[in-house]
């Protein structure tokens, strides 16, 4: 059974930093994209990050130059290094894996970790 | 980047009749179009990709159809687990975008 458990959230003053982090299992996490997709109060869902299987990553306008996605093969977890953040990066965040190599298909979740930034 | 519009907003619905969900995206994505279903205080769950294809374990209740710019989930008869908020998202371009969400609730 895939599972994806987030942690690392938490409250956080602007201008701060936070890393997430997310232990998979139940795949060969390796051979996947995984990716963050976060979720403000009441609002809808908005990509954030995406690591491909080689290392090559994106990154949301929104977020570039200031979030790092990255993966550790050997321990399957998942980060994402948060910085400089901002009132605006509230959010809960998820992270996901693609259903395959054809795109941006997002068939397992986590249960997502709540991000709090506040001055 | 490719702004996905759904309609309506709300759909208020009794169980048992059926459900006509809308998206509608600012370019064509030819069906690069997925849709997710999500209950309060969850996590987003995948219901249909490629526009019509339903992911695992999805009840054939679910339907999604259409291609380019217009899309349409069906849900034929609801049950009272369907009552949710529907998204779709389209994977044709970077960056992958969301649309703005349907709430299907009890009339």
């Known amino acids: 059974e895939v599972q994806m458990l987030e942690s690392g959230g938490g409250l956080v003053q602007t201008g701060g930093s936070l890393r997430l982090s997310c232990a998979a299992s139940g795949f060969i996490f390796s051979t996947y994209a995984m990716n963050w997709v976060r979720q403000a109060p009441g609002k809808e869902l908005e990509w954030v990050s995406t690591i491909f299987t080689v290392d090559t990553t994106l990154h949301a306008d929104s977020v570039k130059g200031r979030f790092t996605i990255s993966r550790d093969n050997s321990k399957n977890t998942l980060y994402l290094q948060m910085n400089g953040l901002r009132a605006e990066d509230t959010a809960v965040y998820y992270c996901?894996?693609?259903?395959?190599?054809?795109?941006?298909?997002?068939?397992?979740w986590g249960q997502g970790t709540l991000v709090t930034v506040s001055s | 980047e490719i702004v996905l519009t759904q309609s309506p907003a709300t759909l208020s619905l009794s169980p048992g009749e059926r459900a006509t969900l809308s998206c509608r995206a600012g370019?064509?994505?030819?069906?690069?179009l997925a849709w997710y279903q999500q209950k309060p205080g969850q996590a987003p769950r995948l219901l249909i990709y490629d526009a019509s294809n339903r992911a695992a374990g999805i009840p054939a209740r679910f339907s999604g159809s259409g291609s380019g710019t217009d899309f349409t989930l069906t849900i034929s008869s609801l049950e009272s687990e369907d009552f949710a908020v529907y998204y779709c998202?389209?994977?044709?371009?970077?960056?992958?975008?969301f649309g703005g969400g349907t709430k299907v609730e009890i009339k």
């Open positions: 370019q064509s994505i030819s069906n690069s």
């Open positions: 998202q389209q994977c044709s371009k970077w960056p992958v975008t």
């Open positions: 996901a894996k693609w259903l395959d190599s054809r795109g941006s298909i997002y068939d397992h």
